[in-house]
């Protein structure tokens, strides 16, 4: 999390946007804008849609702890519940997005950046198990019992 605020800026104008990834993510977009200057429905289905194809590394990730859980239905389940846990905020944002005024929103866009790190730093001192009060995971949860480890060895290694 913390590269991803740390690279861009340390490669900035260093890629040509019209080749790979890029042209496909700008074409994306062009085709996003028309689709917002549109009013109908058949124009939000087609935004809902293209949408999706956007990058999003919180997305990366749930993918991640989809496969992860070692099979397709609890995959499944697994990005169902991701969505189902975006929707209410997603949903504040499209309905509360209109209220804020311009200047808010340059901001909010700036402060980004910093509670990424935040976030990040926070997990790498999580992970780390300091024992730091309310930020440090229970030792008990960290820690395999040693009788589930010995019943997991084959029985030719005895």
Known sequence: MILSVITPSIYKNRFNADKGV?????KLKMSLGKLFAQRSYGSLLMIGLLNGL???????????????????????LFMFIFGLGTLPMLLAIS???????????????????????????????RG?????????????????????VQQEKPSCCH
């Open 95 to 125: 309905l509360i997005g209109n209220m804020i005024t311009l200047e808010l929103r340059k901001k909010i866009t700036k402060l980004i950046p910093y509670a990424i790190v935040f976030i990040g730093v926070l997990f790498i001192l």
């Open 22 to 26: 890029f042209s496909f993510v700008g």
């Open 54 to 76: 956007l990058p999003c590394g919180l997305v990366y990730f749930a993918i991640a702890g989809a496969i992860a859980t070692g099979s397709s239905v609890s995959g499944s």
């Open 128 to 148: 780390l198990s300091l024992g730091i009060p309310y930020l440090s995971p229970p030792e008990k949860v960290m820690t395999v019992p040693v009788e589930e």
